[in-house]
């Protein structure tokens, strides 16, 4: 066995140290010390070329995956160096870090891996994708196939689209969707016309995965996006996104929206609190969204202030800037309803709730929050229920109701319903 990683690890090594380095650099090897670089340390490049010349010399992918990771920016990139290698040898490259993957202690090749599949994917397209259904099993052909397809995606999904079918017929479905999200990562870097154009290409195939995902370019067309799939799944963050670059044209959008469906996009609410509260911190943003309430339709007014803590859940210092700045009792008492949950922040709720003052307002937050988990602590057959009506109690407790007003509590609890009927 130790003879075959030999033979494997040679095989790599030799495959990297043609394309990275073409000569072994002997005087600089025999001259130069070998040195850790720590921290943020450059690496000179006599230094680059000689941890790399050792490495090969010791037939170690190891080593030239630890070459690799120290190399810092503006030396010689591991993509720039696969470049440097024809197609035949990217291919052997990539059937060979399989083969290391399937000894004792595997190294970790996948940043290697991924990069060589790029770039043959860059040069062949399809082709690529028919070579690696071509191999055998014992050459990798399942997972270099699903490697092939997945670099495919992100570029080009109307090509892998096809074969996503075809390696789910043959090998199932995994319980991550790594084709939709690198094909929803490639759309969301070129733009809001490429994500709209995926999403119809695409459908139920992007299941499971944040839309969109990854950064988004300078002069992204948020406005687009957000209006074309005001439904789609994350949208949240795409508004948060906008919203902290420019909080008027978001608000705006959001509008738009809400003409359209109120119902779905005043949960949006939330998010353009979030991202405003990203670029200006949680006073300036409350004190914005709350000038803002009373452009909403007022059947809406409560649902708006519901979602305003929605990203903002875990920090237990929000809920007090937010109330600070809204005008209403109605609009706190709502804010703090929010907040209120068995699996939330508790300290947060709890905190909201005294903030509110009077057990009469206490009561009304409480109740708000009971009508959205009263379905789940009303059916005895779940196994949350009783954790939600602890939780319940040990609020009240808490707070130290009367019994008039935990029996109004409870009654809510106990009642199946929904939060807003209308």
Known sequence: MKNSLSVIVAIVGGL?????IGQRFAATHRESRLVEPRGNDRVSEPARRTIAAAAVEKHDLRSLQRWHLQQQSGGLEICGQIERMDSAAIRDLMTSL???????????????LEAAARELFHREGDKAIDWANSLDPAAGRAVLLE?????????????????????????????????????????????????????????????????????????????LLVTKLPRA???????????????????????????????IAVYQFGAVFSGVA????????????????????PELRD??????????????????????????????????????????????????????????????ALIGSAKVYSRAASNTDRVDSKAILDFF??????????????????????????????
């Open 278 to 297: 990203i670029a200006e911190g949680d006073r300036q943003a409350a004190r914005w969204a709350a000038s803002k309430l009373d452009e909403l339709p």
């Open 303 to 364: 649902r708006a202030v519901s979602s305003m803590l929605e990203h903002e859940l875990g920090q237990s210092a929000a809920y007090e800037s937010v109330m600070a700045e809204l005008p209403r009792e109605s609009d706190r008492v709502a804010l703090a309803a929010s907040v209120v949950s068995p699996f939330g922040n508790t300290a947060a709720g709890l905190g909201a709730l005294k903030a509110l003052g009077s057990e009469s307002l206490q009561v009304d």
């Open 393 to 422: 109690t040990a609020t009240m407790d808490q707070l130290k109701l009367s019994p008039a007003s935990r029996e109004t509590v409870n009654t809510v609890l106990h009642t199946p319903q929904d939060p807003y009927p209308n």
């Open 147 to 223: 490697q092939m397809i997945r670099t495919a995606a992100g570029p080009s999904p109307e090509i892998a689209l096809p074969w996503i079918g075809r390696y789910h017929k043959e090998f199932g479905k995994g319980l991550s969707n790594e084709f939709g999200r690198a094909a929803i990562v490639g759309a969301t870097a070129r733009g809001a016309e490429d994500l709209i154009r995926l999403k119809e290409l695409y459908g139920d195939g992007l299941r499971g995965c944040e839309f969109p995902s990854g950064p988004f370019a300078d002069g992204f067309d948020f406005h």
């Open 98 to 112: 399989i083969a290391a993957t399937r000894q004792p202690d595997p190294p970790d090749v996948s940043a290697i």
């Open 233 to 263: 799944s994350g949208i949240q963050e795409a508004i948060q996104s906008w919203a902290a670059r420019d909080k008027d044209a978001a608000w705006s959008g959001i509008k738009e929206n809400m003409a359209a469906d109120g119902r």
């Open 16 to 20: 990297i140290a043609g394309a990275f």
